[in-house]
């Protein structure tokens, strides 16, 4: 293969623009830019949220009043998990790095239906901005928790409203996104690239879109009757007009469970891609990691009442949902197994997306050995509602997916970009987030465990050591983001060339310049080998680098 060589001064499709100036950006139909729209607004949400849930955990420093007045802990709560959920971690890495590198991947040079692309990224930036708007207008920020439970989210005079529409406009930007993701995988894959040679974070992306299409309607639904209460006043939900309140939580859940995959997926998704990579071995169980996906994805959608144990619910009920839950930890645990496999007597380099991947096996394992414990409903009973369910979903959604997300800035931004950040740093912030995390989110399983309950504002003093660790090991995160975020930022301004293929990659997008020209190919590539063929590397070991 040749290897065109790139100057500094050719910046690819960051460079050409077909209107001058942000136009070009906000008015592109190029994958890659709705990419880096989509990246720059949910890094922004994610800062955001950081804010927000540091507040929280200062807040929680010390028994009584700290900071903030009780009703503004509430919305404090509230909204870092409503931008946490709906502005980040669920668009976060497949409506940036999908967009950005599942055409690629493909070999196409774009996705099916751009224009939809960027209609999508527009519903995004109205629901978020939306969602923003909602803080300062009718009865302020609401405080009902991100699952807007009712009935207390039908009488509260927040402005949940606004609120849900937001979320239902998010919603069509998420359906729309996962709709061209399947259409484009299923029509624009190059020749050669039959389902058995698709990356396997393309298979990720192509599960998680079904379950965008076919479980976010539901959250549509559920969001609008909320709507409809509270401007019509049905009594859905009201038992006293022969409503039922947990209606509600059953149709909250048929989405909101499918949606830890839809956040999770993808993520795993990017951690198949870094692991073959440095360990420079073919993934094991290519088949088993496709398929795994899909089961995720079905299985997923059938557990959604474990999120009820102690809402009422027939005895058999929590049976099969419990049942079914332990089902999906073994395509989950299929995962684990093969990237280790994969790692076994790999060839592995520790660099920064590395890095990231295995603390993503590490404490996506806690958070998926701890939601068994929750998925049992013997056990879950015991700490439902305390911050042991709140460590559980951290470890899941930030020590998985957020780690992910991180994993995939510092293996894709060098190709984006075509600038390398320092690693060294980047490997100190990756320690220091490690420490951390760990710090503060195994604080407050442990906390939970001995009764300290969520969404709670004040506590008993014997909780008060473990809350001010936890909120210590908030700071030493915090930190480390930043060091992160500011080594990132700069590197991507001012750092060395990084080459077309900085890690000796084999898949599609290291084939071409950093960054990419905004066609991708000059010519739609024939492709021959699978994505994860070393074979050929065995005795090139500078091809690393
Ligand atoms: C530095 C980063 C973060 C800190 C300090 C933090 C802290 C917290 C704390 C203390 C709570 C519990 C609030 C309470 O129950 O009283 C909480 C809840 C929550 N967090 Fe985080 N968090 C962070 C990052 C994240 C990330 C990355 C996500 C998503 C991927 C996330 C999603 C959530 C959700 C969904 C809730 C539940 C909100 C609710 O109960 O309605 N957080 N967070
Ligand atoms: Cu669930």
Do not use: C
């Not at 040749?2 to 592109?28: E, H, M, N, Q």
């Not at 949910?42 to 540091?54: E, H, Q, R, S, W």
């Not at 029509?187 to 379950?211: E, H, S």
């Not at 409903?377 to 305390?386: K, L, M």
């Amino acid at each position: 293969m040749s290897t065109p060589s790139v100057t500094a001064s050719d910046r690819g499709f960051l460079g050409d623009g077909k209107y001058p100036g942000i136009f070009g950006w906000i008015l592109s139909t190029d994958h890659k830019r709705i990419g880096l729209l989509y990246l720059y607004s949910t890094m922004t949400m994610f800062i955001i949220g950081v804010i927000l849930g540091l507040l929280v955990r200062l807040e929680l420093i010390a028994p009584g009043k700290t900071i903030v007045s009780a009703d503004t802990y509430n919305a404090l709560f509230t909204l870092h998990g409503v931008i946490m959920i709906f502005l980040f971690i669920i668009p976060g890495i497949p409506a940036a790095f999908g967009n950005l590198f599942l055409p690629i991947h493909l070999g196409a040079r774009d996705v099916s239906f751009p224009r939809l692309n960027l209609f999508s990224w527009w519903l995004y930036l109205t629901g978020a901005i939306l969602a923003v708007t909602s803080l300062f207008t009718g009865g302020g920020p609401p405080d009902t928790g991100w699952t807007f439970y009712v009935p207390f989210s039908v009488q509260t005079t927040t402005n949940v409203t606004l609120a849900v529409v937001a979320v239902f406009i998010l919603g069509f930007s998420s359906i729309l996104t996962g709709l061209n993701f399947i259409v484009t995988t299923h029509r624009l894959r190059a020749p050669g690239i039959g389902w058995g040679r698709l990356t396997l974070f393309v298979w990720t992306l192509y599960a998680t879109a079904w379950v965008q299409v076919l479980a976010t309607p539901i959250l549509g639904i559920t969001v609008a009757l909320i709507f409809l209460e509270r401007v019509l006043d049905v009594g859905l939900f009201d038992p006293a007009r022969g409503g039922d309140p947990i209606m509600y939580q059953h149709l909250f859940w048929i989405y909101s469970h499918p949606a830890v995959y839809i956040m999770i997926l993808p993520g795993m998704g990017v951690i198949s891609e870094i692991i073959p990579v440095f360990a420079r071995k073919h993934i094991f169980g290519y088949w088993a990691m496709a398929l795994s996906g899909l089961a995720i994805a079905f299985a997923g959608s059938l557990v959604w009442a474990h999120h009820m144990f102690v809402s009422g619910m027939s005895d058999t009920a929590i049976l099969v949902f419990s049942f079914l839950t332990f089902i999906v930890a073994i395509p989950s645990a299929i995962k684990v197994f093969n990237w280790v496999a994969t790692l076994y007597k790999g060839s592995i380099s520790l660099e920064p997306p590395l890095l990231y991947a295995l603390s993503f096996i590490f404490l996506f394992s806690i958070g998926g050995l701890t939601g068994l414990i929750l998925g049992a409903a013997a056990t879950d009973i015991h700490v439902t509602d305390t911050d042991f369910v709140v460590g559980h979903f951290h470890y899941v959604m930030f020590g998985g997916t957020g780690m992910a997300f991180f994993g995939a800035l510092h293996y894709w931004l060098p190709k984006v970009y075509g600038r390398m950040y320092d690693k060294r740093v980047a490997t100190w912030a990756w320690g220091i987030i490690f420490v951390g995390f760990n710090l503060l989110y195994f604080s407050m399983m442990v906390l939970g465990l001995r009764g300290m309950p969520r969404r709670y504002y004040d506590y008993v003093p014997e909780f008060t050591n473990l809350n001010v660790l936890a909120t210590v090991g908030s700071w030493i995160l915090a930190f480390g983001l930043v060091v992160m975020f500011i080594n990132l930022i700069r590197g991507m301004i001012s750092g060395p060339d990084a080459g077309m293929n900085p890690w000796g990659g084999k898949t599609l997008e290291w084939t071409i310049p950093s960054p990419p020209p905004t066609e991708n190919f000059a010519e739609i590539p024939v492709v021959t080998t699978g994505p994860y063929d070393y074979s050929d590397e065995v005795l090139a070991p500078e091809a690393r680098r």
